[in-house]
């Protein structure tokens, strides 16, 4: 890799402004520590000067998932074309030939090779378009015209022939060459991004085409592998939390001005109050009641966030926590024993509580009405209450009656929704009238829960 050494700083300050642009927190010392790596390192390694730059600039290991292909547009291996590539048009025998050099890649486990091939498989396969050369690559068309993972079988007698993997079983060998497929896929990947970025600017691909880290990711649109990074953040996320809501309770200790007292010891220094005299207070922990639809989309959402109030129950009196899809139960018990596996956490709470009645909709009147009669004493003056959900009836009565007599009971009420707030009110969505009533506030992200949670939480 060569990089111009006037385009060097342009370079490093838009990769930094790209991991910013992702929620990454890059300071002016990891700035100026990032400068020095490049300039210690230099670009004859472009690998050792990847990992120099990310010990500089990250915090975490999941900032990697946005750190290396950001790194991989603005300090690529190579510009242009790869030089090497057969064109699309050359049709079939091609691509054979294509495949059979790419399952001696697998077989070999040459990464730099596959990379190349990579290069070329782009170059080939992947251009779309009527312009003289391609408006645009697209590592899907690619992968899907090449078809990488009907190579198994063949990699796999290959490697077996070689004597290449005696030290596998038959299982584990299939899950390596699965393994080096997929380093394939991310090069593919990482190429088609790099093209477009020349064409259309790499700041732009960098902030659309980047997938964020977990705490950024919306947790209605989240796959399964998302919420299970999701849920190995609860802990970390909880202990910060919990030491801001510590120092919170030590301000709030403290009391505001008792001015009577104030005024009466300024007596000794002509009237100048000095010395202010506070009002001491002793705060009782508060109680905390979650009232969750784990119904859908949605669930998602509701199960991180009682992980995360599970791992922060030191921080109050008490903590209750219903779910509902059209019908309500307590789950607290069952959240207590899930904490030891939090994936398995939404299916055990839907297969033990009782959550839905004669249809399987949600309907947040219903669960509303219902916790209002039998667990009207779970809320009380120092309770402060969480409705977690994206407030769609299905048409069905909102009951508004029933949230009113819930927020009268309740220190505070506040509606964590994880819809946009620009999809409330439509559809079936009774989001404008419930937040007539209560604070309803946009929830989409684990990182705009911890932000709502340190606000919002009482002390």
């Known amino acids: 890799m ?15 402004a790209a991991l910013r642009s992702h929620g990454v927190r890059v300071g002016t010392g990891e700035s100026v520590d990032a400068a020095r790596a490049v300039e210690t390192l230099g670009f004859a390694d472009r690998e050792l000067l990847r990992e120099g730059l990310a010990a500089t ?26 030089g090497a590539g057969a064109g699309a048009a050359d049709g079939p025998a091609d691509r054979s030939e294509l495949r059979d050099r790419l399952a001696a890649a697998l077989a070999a486990d040459d990464t730099a090779l596959l990379e190349r091939l990579a ?8 251009g779309y378009g009527s312009g003289p050369r391609s408006d645009g690559w697209s590592a899907y068309q690619t992968l899907d ?29 299939d899950d390596e060459i699965r393994r080096r497929i997929e380093v394939f896929r991310a090069q593919v990947a990482a190429e088609a991004r790099r093209r477009v970025a020349e064409r259309r600017g790499r700041d732009e691909i960098a902030r659309r085409a980047v997938a964020p880290t977990a705490d ?66 002793r705060p009782a922990r508060p109680e905390l ?128 929704n994880p819809e946009p707030r620009a999809q409330w009110g439509t559809g079936d969505s009774a989001a404008p009238e419930y937040a007539e009533l209560v604070a309803m506030h946009e929830c989409r992200t684990a990182h705009q829960l911890g932000v709502l949670v340190s606000r919002l939480l009482p002390v």
């Not at 290396?68 to 242009?80: A, K």
């Not at 002509?270 to 506070?278: D, F, I, S």
């Open 2 to 16: 060569t990089v111009p050494a006037p385009d060097v700083a342009a370079r490093l300050t838009g990769l930094v």
């Open 57 to 82: 600039l990250l915090h975490t290991a999941d900032q990697r998932r946005v750190f290396d292909p950001v790194f991989d547009l603005y300090f690529p291996r190579t510009v242009g074309a790869p």
């Open 119 to 126: 290069a070329e498989a782009v170059d080939g396969f992947g």
């Open 145 to 173: 015209r090449l078809r990488p993972q009907t190579l198994l079988a063949r990699v796999r007698d290959t490697v077996r022939a070689g004597d290449g993997g005696a030290e596998f079983t038959d299982r584990l060998l």
């Open 216 to 281: 950024r990711v919306d947790f209605l649109y989240a796959g399964q592998d998302r919420l299970a990074e999701l849920r190995r953040t609860v802990r970390p996320l909880a202990r910060k939390l919990a030491t801001r809501l510590a120092a919170r309770r030590r301000r709030a200790a403290r009391g505001s001005i008792d001015l009577r007292r104030t005024v009466r010891g300024s007596l000794s220094t002509g009237g100048v109050p000095m010395r202010p005299v506070l009002r001491r207070r």
């Open 289 to 416: 009641v979650l009232l969750c639809d784990v119904s859908g989309s949605v669930s998602g959402f509701s199960d991180f966030t009682m992980l995360l109030v599970q791992a922060l129950h030191d921080q109050f009196s008490k903590v209750r926590v219903f779910a509902f899809v059209n019908r309500i139960d307590e789950v607290t018990g069952l959240l207590e024993h899930g904490a030891a596996d939090p994936g398995g956490l939404g299916a055990r709470i839907r297969a033990e509580a009782t959550l839905t009645g004669w249809h399987g909709s949600s309907d947040y009147g219903a669960a509303l009405g219902e916790f209002a009669e039998r667990y009207g004493d779970a809320v009380g003056p120092r309770t402060t209450v969480f409705v977690l959900g994206d407030a769609r009836t299905n048409m069905a009565d909102p009951n508004l009656p029933a949230l009113r007599r819930i927020a009268g009971r309740a220190r505070r009420l506040y509606w964590l």
